[in-house]
């Protein structure tokens, strides 16, 4: 079945400590995405790519980083110089840039700092 | 600042009736729109994209779009208890990034 897969599920972390998010897609999509949830938030675009070797800042870059060395693969990495990383993260693709709007969601990784 | 806003609720409406969403956006210019539903704890789903003035029928699920009120809404008809989710209200303008709503927490009651 095509889908994307986030891995961990459940993460905890201690101040201080980087943390690497995974996000595979095997549904052919140039375009991918990281998004940040906080409870009663909507979504909050981290990162996103258009094509392999390729990656923008979204609205909140600060304190992450990200790579797109395949088309496949998205990691996130949350740095410690993020703040407040305790959120629900969700990456997503969309066939291409121009289909920027539907976009097809992982599972999603929930990230708890200690 | 492009801002989509939603009343975070809860709106909860019997089973069986009409369940209304409303959605309005700051940015005259947006032009693609979309409904997103997200369960308790679990990721995003699209269930409508509408992207010209009216009305877009799916199954049991309407959106109606208002460029000049700036307005975009939802309806689902006969609601059911599994349609107890948020419901998160998107824009786009060009192929640029959606900005997304709070959303609005819908409980349908048996």
């Known amino acids: 079945d095509g889908g994307i897969t986030q891995s961990p599920k459940y993460l905890f972390r201690k101040e201080g400590q980087n943390v690497t998010l995974s996000c595979e897609q095997n549904l052919n999509h140039d375009a991918m995405y990281w998004y940040r949830q906080d409870p009663g938030q909507g979504l909050r675009l981290i990162y996103y790519?258009?094509?392999?070797?390729?990656?923008q800042k979204g609205d909140i870059a600060e304190g992450y980083s990200v790579s797109r060395e395949k088309k496949e693969s998205f990691p996130l990495t949350v740095t410690s110089a993020q703040k407040n990383p305790t959120a629900f993260y969700l990456c997503?693709?969309?066939?291409?840039?121009?289909?920027?709007?539907?976009?097809?969601f992982g599972e999603g990784s929930r990230l708890t700092v200690l | 600042q492009k801002e989509v806003e939603q009343n975070s609720g809860p709106l909860s409406v019997p089973e069986g009736a009409i369940a209304s969403l409303n959605c309005t956006y700051s940015d005259r210019g947006s032009q693609s729109f979309f409904w997103y539903r997200q369960y308790s704890g679990k990721s995003p789903e699209l269930i409508m994209s509408i992207y010209s003035n009216g009305d877009k029928e799916d199954g049991r699920f309407t959106a109606q779009l208002n460029k000049a009120s700036q307005y975009v809404s939802l309806l689902i008809r006969d609601s059911q208890p599994s349609d107890s989710a948020t419901y998160l209200c998107a824009a786009s303008f060009g192929n640029e990034k959606l900005t997304f709503g709070t959303g609005t927490r819908l409980t349908i009651i048996p």
């Open positions: 790519s258009q094509i392999v070797n390729d990656f």
């Open positions: 997503a693709s969309s066939i291409g840039y121009r289909d920027t709007g539907e976009l097809f």
